[in-house]
C-alpha cells in the first residue's frame, strides 16, 4: 500500500510524546494516518506534529477550534503552517466563523490541509439539545450544521459511522466523512457504545475511519493495522 491509501486514522490517544513516539515507531506512514488530540497537543506541542510530519505521517490534528471568526482563522492557518493533513473545527462557531476558517485554510496556498467541521457531538443527547434551547431533532441539527459547513467550502464532516448514511443521502459524494466508533469484530469494544466494523462504516459512506485503542493497544500494532486495512 503507498502512502496517502489507507483509510485509517489511528488515534494517538497518548498523555505525552514519549509514548506516543515509541507506539509510531512500530508503524508506518503507509499503513495510516495519525490523529492528534487536545491532550497530546497541550503536551507535546507543535514540536511532535513537526517530527510526525517529518517522518512521513499524515496528520490529522484534531483540536476543533470553536472562537470568534478571527480567532480561528489565525489558528487554522497556524496548523496549515505545520504542514498537517486534516483540521478541523466546531460548525457550532456558526457560519462567519467557518468562512473564516476556510479563509485561514486558503490562506496556505497550494499544501493547505483538508478543513472538516464537528456537527454535533456525539456525545450529546436529545435532552442536551433541548437543555441548550435548540429546538431541532437531534437527527435534523446535525444536517442544519452539516449543510452550513458544506455551504462554505469545509471539506467534509466529522461524524458517527450511524450518521453517515443520512449524511450520504442528504449531501452526496462530495463530503469526507471521518467516523469514530469503530472497532473490528477481534477487538474489544472498550467504552464505545454505538459501534461499528470498519467495513461495515465505509459500507455506510464513511472515509475515514478513527480507530485508537484496537491498534495503540494490541500486542503487535503494525499486524492489526494491516489485519484492517486487508478488511477493506
Ligand atoms: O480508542 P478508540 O477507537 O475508541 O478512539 C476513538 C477516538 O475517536 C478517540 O480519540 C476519541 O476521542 C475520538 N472520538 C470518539 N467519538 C466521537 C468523537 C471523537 O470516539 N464522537
Known sequence: MRKNESRVIVALDYSGQKQALEFVAKISPEQCKLKIGKELFTRAGPQLVEKLVSQGFDVFLDLKFHDIPNTVKKAVYAAAQL???????????????LNAAREGVDMAGNRHPLLIAVSVLTSLKSSDLVQLGISDDLPDFVKRLAGMAINEGLDGLVCSAQEASL????????????TPGIRPDWAATDDQHRIMTPKQALQNGSSYLVIGRPITQHENPAEALEMINQSL
Open 83 to 97: 504542514e498537517v493533513w486534516m483540521v478541523n473545527v466546531h460548525a457550532m462557531g456558526g457560519q462567519s466563523m
Open 167 to 178: 449524511l450520504r443521502e442528504t449531501f452526496g459524494k462530495a463530503p469526507l466523512l471521518v
